[in-house]
């Protein structure tokens, strides 16, 4: 089945910089990969997503790069405020069969200083 | 517009104990999936329902059993509680499966066994 790992685990930025959060999925079958935050006592929120058909997607501070033969996708945030504080997990599955499934990573709680 | 919507949103039960969890996906979403999330983990997939059918188990034991209802509402069903189940259960809708909609979770049900 599919393995997703996920880094860091933990990011604490100060305010305006840039936060990197790094994914790698082993299914080559894989192709749709979105992007969770999770805030404290709430389920996750879909944030962003891209295919496999796609190299890089942005919405506004949010930026996805997709490596498809290295299996490796990022998560991108520029000027981080303190309010993108969070815990933030990447997935993948396959979207070409009636079934889905996501397989997430574990995790990286993102702090973001004032 | 209402969002996912899960009910209870806290639990203690005891080993042993049977649970019924309840999950009305986002008006016009047909397809339902259900997650556990162990503390600091990502979610963990065990189903999906859509039309009422099951389209994918996840590698859980059979204590796990769910159903959708004609409503596309859903239930999450575990017997023979262990400790182990102590986790958050997530319900996630989507429009249909397939196709690569988004999955829009609910802020789910937070089980403790004791």
């Known amino acids: 089945g599919e393995n997703v790992e996920q880094h860091p685990s933990t990011l604490s930025v100060q305010e305006g910089d840039s936060a990197v959060i790094k994914c790698t999925y082993s299914d080559s079958a894989s192709n749709y990969f979105p992007w969770y935050k999770q805030e404290l006592g709430k389920g996750p929120q879909l944030i962003i997503d891209i295919r496999s058909n796609v190299g890089e997607k942005k919405d506004q501070r949010i930026a996805v790069t997709l490596n498809k033969t290295a299996k490796h996708f990022s998560l991108h945030i520029t000027e981080t405020q303190p309010e993108d504080s969070a815990v933030y997990f990447c997935a993948a599955s396959t979207v070409d069969t009636g079934r889905r499934a996501l397989t997430f990573g574990s995790g990286t709680r993102l702090q973001v200083q004032p | 517009d209402a969002g996912v919507t899960q009910s209870p949103t806290h639990l203690i039960k005891t080993r042993g104990q049977q649970v019924t969890l309840r999950c009305s996906p986002i008006s016009g979403h047909k397809s339902v999936s259900w997650y556990q999330q162990v503390l600091g983990q990502g979610p963990q997939f065990i189903f999906q329902?859509?039309?009422?059918?099951?389209?994918g188990r996840g590698n859980f034991p059979d204590r796990f059993s769910a159903r959708q209802f004609p409503n596309y509402s859903s239930e999450l069903n575990v017997n023979a509680l262990l400790l182990g189940d102590s986790a958050l259960y997530l319900c996630a809708s989507s429009w249909v499966t397939g196709d690569g909609s988004p999955l829009h979770f609910g802020n789910g049900t937070r089980l403790t066994v004791t």
């Open positions: 329902y859509y039309e009422k059918e099951e389209r």
